[in-house]
């Protein structure tokens, strides 16, 4: 089969490559779309030691299965659907909790790091256990299928925070997941969404995608100053920071209210400084936020019937031979790029 492998870092090759196996629980799926994840853009370099070459990375996707195993029930070949980004065991003590993303055992398609290699989706085809499986609705396009993945870690975030109609939310960084996390916030009532970004082009997609206010935070204060405002001087009930960096981490706690709960779902910067008084003396709840934990029924849902629009958020849809430059363009951070999807 032909797959893009990453070669050495920051190289890739379209190589013949053998088909996966595929284990007595396993299905083998024919990839159809598979999008470019931002953790497969800053892996390529090696930065994060998450995708050590050679490996096939890739794990927002969706397909046909196109064989099965004597012992998978429920499907079929032929069956369009896509998959959890996260291999859990389903047997160890968080699994049976049902929070999958904490699994002792979790593995990551498209993953190679010091404790284990499993090649993803950007490829012909791919092995994935059946249990991880979800049937595509009938009027979802493969393309917003890949979708799925990323709006399931929004959705596991805004489940995180004891959110209530009528509350005011605070979004922290416009990207890919910040969008999807201002959507997900429509779609729970919340009736104040003020988002925050440093690039007006991002700012003007997220009022579009449902943003009440939006927020230039180039200038720290004056972007506190501007949500206070929009918040009659309370601020928000929940914050959400999808950046991952001490500024746009303080900027969310300073915005809550009394009492407020901060979500934090970036992780660009391993250690990060918080302002301690602001959280002791006003009783902030701080939470974080790791991948997401059986969301993905709820997410196709969200997606089919237009409550949240992926469709936006698409910038490219390209074969899979011109992965390289695409990888390149985002890497580069070509302005105006969200996500590409690649179709083997």
């Not at 370099?45 to 990375?57: H, N």
């Not at 660009?268 to 902030?284: A, H, K, M, N, Y």
């Not at 949240?308 to 951070?333: C, H, M, T």
Request: hydrophobic fraction near 45%; glycine fraction near 10%; charge should be negative.
């Amino acid at each position: 089969m032909k797959a893009l492998v990453l070669v050495d870092y920051g190289r890739f090759e379209l190589r013949d490559v053998p088909a996966p196996a595929i284990g007595p629980h396993d299905v083998l799926v024919r990839v159809k779309a598979c999008g470019i994840c931002g953790s497969d853009v800053h892996g390529m370099d090696g930065s994060t030691g998450r995708r050590r070459p050679p490996v096939i990375m890739g794990h927002e996707a969706a397909g046909v299965i196109a064989a099965t195993r004597p012992d998978v029930a429920g499907w079929n070949e032929g069956d369009r659907v896509t998959f959890d980004s996260t291999v859990y065991c389903g047997d160890c003590g968080w699994c049976r909790d049902g929070r999958v993303n904490l699994c002792d055992n979790r593995r990551v398609l498209g993953v190679s790091c010091a404790d284990y290699v499993r090649d993803g989706a950007f490829a012909e085809y791919v092995a994935v256990p059946h249990h991880i499986l979800y049937r595509l609705p009938d009027n979802l396009r493969f393309e917003q299928a890949t979708m799925v993945e990323p709006l399931s870690v929004a959705v596991h975030a805004t489940g995180r925070a004891p959110l209530k109609p009528g509350d005011g939310a605070l979004v922290v960084g416009s990207g890919m997941i910040g969008l999807l996390i201002v959507q997900t916030l429509r779609a729970a009532g919340c009736e104040c969404v003020v988002a925050v970004d440093v690039d007006p082009a991002r700012l003007d997609l997220a009022r579009k995608l449902g943003a009440h206010h939006a927020v230039n935070a180039h200038d720290e204060i004056s972007a506190l100053g501007a949500i206070m405002e929009h918040t009659g001087g309370r601020g928000v009930d929940s914050a959400f920071e999808a950046v991952g960096i001490t500024p746009a981490i303080r900027l969310a706690v300073k915005s809550l209210c009394k009492g407020g709960s901060l979500v934090m779902v970036g992780n660009v910067s391993p250690q990060v400084d918080l302002p301690l008084q602001d959280i002791v003396t006003r009783e902030l709840t701080l939470r974080g936020s790791c991948a997401s934990a059986g969301e993905y029924a709820e997410c196709l849902d969200l997606i089919a019937r237009g409550a949240v629009n992926v469709d936006a958020l698409i910038s490219a849809v390209a074969p899979l031979e011109q992965g390289p430059e695409w990888f390149a363009r985002l890497y580069n951070k070509e302005k105006g790029l969200m996500k590409v999807v690649l179709k083997p």
